[in-house]
């Protein structure tokens, strides 16, 4: 069983910059990859970004790229999305995913149907 805690939302004008962070307990989540998904009301949660279980390996959706990074610390069971460059299209309920037992050293799922564990969110408001 893991447990996951995101944190980090708030409002903040375009342009600015956040770091959400997700706290993972029950179980280590180092053999885990982790991803970052986001969801706004009457829309499906969509993949905003993803690490391997090592960290070495990262994978953002095309409209981020260039302004959110991924990041892990396995020591602390954290992961982080740095987000830069803020648009008030970004404003969303952003979401941490665990698909824990990953074989794949460098595996960074896309689909939110390999995730195992779910955060429950934290919003993130981007005014213009």
């Known amino acids: 069983q893991v447990q996951l805690v995101e944190s980090g939302g708030g409002l903040v004008q375009a342009g600015g910059s956040l770091r959400l962070s997700c706290a993972a307990s029950g179980r280590a989540v180092s053999s885990s990859a982790m991803g970052w998904f986001r969801q706004t009301p009457g829309k499906e949660r969509e993949f905003v970004a993803a690490?391997?279980?090592?960290?070495?390996?990262?994978s953002t959706v095309d409209s981020v790229k260039g302004r959110f990074t991924i990041s892990r610390d396995n020591a602390k069971n954290t992961v982080y999305l740095q987000m830069n460059s803020l648009k008030p299209e970004d404003t969303a309920v952003y979401y941490c995913?665990?698909?824990?037992?990953?074989?794949?050293?460098?595996?960074?799922?896309?689909?939110?149907?390999?995730?195992?564990?779910w955060g429950q969110g934290t919003q993130v408001t981007v005014s213009s």
């Open positions: 690490i391997s279980r090592s960290g070495g390996f990262t």
């Open positions: 995913a665990a698909d824990v037992d990953v074989a794949s050293t460098w595996s960074m799922p896309r689909s939110r149907v390999e995730y195992d564990y």
